[in-house]
């Protein structure tokens, strides 16, 4: 009796067990009778198809079930039993559930089959997946993504394996190199590369598996590249290195740098030019200071003995003819300096350093007290910048365009003369590149005006519109726009005659290392 006793509470301790463990499961278990009725639901399987146990339990297992399963289920089970032939029972398989809510979810179910002394029971594990589809519909989207940046890319993008082979090719990397994907894929990646590389790229990959040394993996650098039609171009070639669940992989981008290479070497041609005709220019001006001067000052020396000593003994017209030659002669010594001068912009260079253009302004006003006070004039100057500048060329500069705005005055009225800045940025940066940044100088005038389509003219060197009416050589201007092209900028203007003058005079705030 103590024995029966033991047995019946050992089937009940393991009884109480089972439920327990049914009860707690993650994954939801539903046993249904051979006609398809629910019989238990764990809390689980209840949670995840969002009923309570006791709305169900007691329905037709199809009700769990979007169509056409849940109009089908029926004849699945008859012809189970019939046959013996079942699709999911003893497999397990991916379906689809439908909730309380009319939602349809993916779970995996798992279906055994348990004969009982009385009766056939089927136990449905049923575990949900739907947080699993999710999360592969977003890797496979990712993989589109990055596929699909891949072929849309404007660099070319290669993948070799670790013996060079070509696994991957990108549309931009075929027109690149002028072949189709076909005839690249499978072969090694030396056929893009011209001699001496072509021959040594096994080398310089056994090289890198043996010591480790890189040479363009994570570096980039500059390579030639060998097209179909052999022609070899340059690129710039970076590579990364790519460690797959079982082997590696290099993937390399290729950025044609051709036409960054045609204006490197333009641009090396026109400053080796440039210097040429700078220093062509700086022998001329060394021999405007002394060879031209010498003789130069024999006449102004010669004609002042004849002024002094011999102008009483000469006639009316040999008074006439010493004058006039003394007076072409001091002309021509002023054109002699101001030539020194415009060479002397670019010869006799200094650093930039910071400039503070109201210190400037106020020092060019204070020059011209002289001219500003003897023509009534007004110079108005308003808050200016502090930029990179060689400051004895902006004092050139303002002194040159402020002196000329009060020489080129209109008769009768008293010169007002305006000094502000603007400050440009032409394009927008997070941080700004040397030359990104502009300032602005106007100075406008009250003064005689031009003729706007004289604008050219006005800058070039020698070029005078007002003919000997006032004084000068004409190069002041051309000095100006020499100024502001070596401080990384141009300077223009606005005028009508008779309605004065606005200069623009633009600079950069700051520059490249000289």
């Known amino acids: 009796m ?52 006791e709305e169900i339990i007691g329905q037709n297992v199809s009700v769990l079930m979007p169509e056409p399963d849940h109009s089908l289920h029926d004849t699945y089970l008859e012809n189970y039993h019939r046959t013996g032939v079942g699709q999911i029972i003893g497999k397990g398989r991916e379906v689809l559930g439908k909730r309380k809510n009319g939602k349809v979810f993916p779970f995996l179910l798992s279906i055994s089959e348990v004969n009982l002394h009385d009766k056939q029971i089927f136990t449905g594990v049923i575990h949900d997946i739907s947080e ?3 999360t592969e519909a977003a890797l496979r989207e990712s993989e589109s993504r990055i596929n699909s940046i891949i072929q849309t890319a404007v660099d070319g993008i290669i993948t ?25 894929l499978g072969r090694k990646i030396n056929m893009l590369m011209p001699e001496p590389d072509k021959s040594l790229h096994d080398n310089y990959m056994h090289h890198y598996h043996e010591t480790g040394e890189k040479r363009i993996i994570g570096i980039g650098r500059e390579v030639s590249g060998l097209k179909k039609d052999g022609t070899i171009f340059p690129l710039y070639l970076s590579i990364s290195e790519v460690q797959l669940s079982d082997r590696k992989v290099y993937t390399g981008f290729i950025h044609d740098i051709t036409r960054q290479k045609v204006t490197e070497e333009r641009l090396r041609r026109y400053a ?50 010493v004058d006039r030659m003394l007076n ?5 010594q002023n054109l002699i300096n101001d030539l020194l001068t415009f060479s002397r912009v670019t010869s006799q260079a200094k650093p930039f350093s910071k400039t503070d253009l109201n210190q400037i302004a106020r020092e060019v006003v204070s020059d011209l007290e002289i001219a500003i006070e003897r023509n ?58 040397p030359g990104d940044e502009l300032v602005e100088l106007h100075i406008e005038d009250n003064g005689i005006g031009f003729e706007e389509k004289y604008l050219d003219r006005i800058f070039n060197i020698f070029q005078r519109l007002e003919g000997q009416k006032y004084e000068g050589s004409g190069i002041g201007l051309a000095i ?19 309605e004065g003058t606005h200069f623009i005079v633009t600079l950069a705030k700051t520059h490249l290392k000289e």
């Open 2 to 53: 103590k024995e029966q006793d033991h047995s019946d509470n050992h089937q009940i301790d393991s009884e109480s067990r089972l439920k327990a463990i049914i009860e707690t499961a993650i994954d939801g278990i539903i046993t249904i009778d051979r006609r398809g009725v629910i019989e238990t639901v764990n809390p689980a399987a209840a949670h995840i198809f969002g009923y309570h146990p």
């Open 272 to 321: 080796a030019e440039l210097e040429r005709s700078n220093r062509e220019l700086q022998d001329f001006a060394y021999v405007s200071s002394h060879d031209l001067q010498e003789p130069l000052r024999k006449i102004q020396a010669f004609g002042d003995r004849l002024k002094m000593k011999e102008y009483e003994n000469l006639s009316e017209q040999g008074k006439d003819y």
């Open 376 to 433: 009534h004039a007004k110079v108005e100057i308003g808050p200016l910048p502090t930029i990179q500048a060689e400051p004895t060329q902006m004092r050139q500069l303002l002194q040159n365009l402020i002196s000329n705005a009060i020489k080129f005055r209109k008769e009768e009225v008293d010169p007002v003369v305006k000094v502000y800045a603007k400050e440009l940025q032409l394009k927008a940066h997070m941080t700004s590149t």
């Open 328 to 332: 072409a002669a001091n002309r021509m």
């Open 132 to 134: 699993l589809k999710k």
């Open 480 to 498: 100006c726009r020499k100024i502001a092209i070596r401080h990384g900028g141009d300077i223009t203007a606005r005028s009508k005659p008779g």
């Open 160 to 184: 070799i394996d670790t013996r060079g082979v070509i696994e991957m090719v990108n549309p931009s990397a075929c027109r690149l190199f002028g072949y189709d994907a076909s005839e690249v």
